[in-house]
């Protein structure tokens, strides 16, 4: 569906984006790719790099703080993610201002800008801490979320339709525990908040994918959620720092001991698919279409979280996932 199409991504310099990029243009053969992001020395770092090195690719800057020049760089757009963020939870507190601006302002932005282009389809990035949040960065992207979901309202009977993808930890991706415990490990010993915590994992492809896929399957309105298995924080440390001793240090401000990717309040909307669940909306105005993929309706209570409804890793498969950060003779 992506052969011949114009694609933009906000926030296209960061992790996402640029696995993003990077599959799209190994599978598909897009008219252009639009990366949208405020940094000029990522861009141009991104640029230099060989497998960046394509004519299908546009490098404009801006922020989606800025409505006019999303509106600009969205004209002749097909399909949108929107995947810039601001992320850190302590900087969020500190600055609860300019998260505010860039995830919820930024959000409306993108938004309008897509429905004045007349953009075809747009998926936003969500997070497990949109979910009962306990931390700023959490409530401004569940208000990003709500956004989104309302924004097929406001289409006016145009085809651009909206959804959401929301998932777990990404590995390695910045803030992640396990580069930390990678680091930590030559010292002999690594720093763990509670060794019974839980987190779903997956990697960065596995999220590319679902979002692709997710493409294909909305209809408007949905939020989905793939199947993800999960572990504790002490099965991480076995596998990344095995022989370390481990000093445990308790939550963090604004931390979760189990990460949530569906409440319980919400289980009466939720489908149940093979790989995935679809969160319908509360009050869909436009009308909800998501019954006609199917999907079977959850019990009364249900919740998916990392601790609860979920797969588990093994020792073994989590040694395959997180291969590139094992020590060098598990990873030769």
Known sequence: MFDDKTILITGGTGSFGREFIRIIL???????????????WKQSEMQAEEHFNNRALRFFLGDVRDKDRLTLAMRGVDFVVHAAALKQVPA?????????????????NVVEAAIAAKVKR??????????????????????????????????????????????????????????LFQKQRETGSITITNPEMT???????????????????????????PKIPACTV???????????????????????????????DESRNVLEFDDHYVIQP????????????????????????????????????LEKLLRGFLPTPLNS
């Open 92 to 108: 969020a507190e500190y600055n609860p201002h300019e998260f505010i601006k860039t995830n919820v302002n930024g959000a409306t």
């Open 122 to 179: 747009v998926i936003a990035l969500s997070t497990d801490k949109a979910v009962n949040p306990v931390n700023l960065y959490g409530a401004t992207k569940l208000c990003s979320d709500k956004v989104f979901i309302a924004a097929n309202s406001y289409a006016g009977g145009q085809s651009t339709i909206f959804s959401v993808v929301r998932y777990g930890n990404v590995i390695g991706s910045r803030g992640s525990v396990i580069p």
């Open 26 to 40: 190994s599978k598909c053969a897009p008219r252009k790719i639009i990366v949208y992001s405020r940094d000029e």
């Open 282 to 317: 509360i009050q869909a105005f436009w009308g909800n279409k998501i019954g006609i993929h199917g999907g079977v309706s959850c019990s009364e209570g249900f919740h998916y979280a990392s601790n609860a409804n979920c797969e588990r890793q093994s020792f073994n498969q």
């Open 234 to 264: 002490d099965e991480i440390a076995d596998v990344v720092a095995p022989g370390c001793s481990k000093v445990v240090i308790g939550l963090r401000p604004g931390e979760k001991m189990h990460e949530t990717l569906i409440p319980a």
């Open 199 to 225: 987190r779903f994992l997956l990697t960065l492809q596995m999220g590319v994918d679902f979002v692709l896929d997710c493409f294909e399957k909305m209809v408007g309105g949905e939020l989905f959620v």
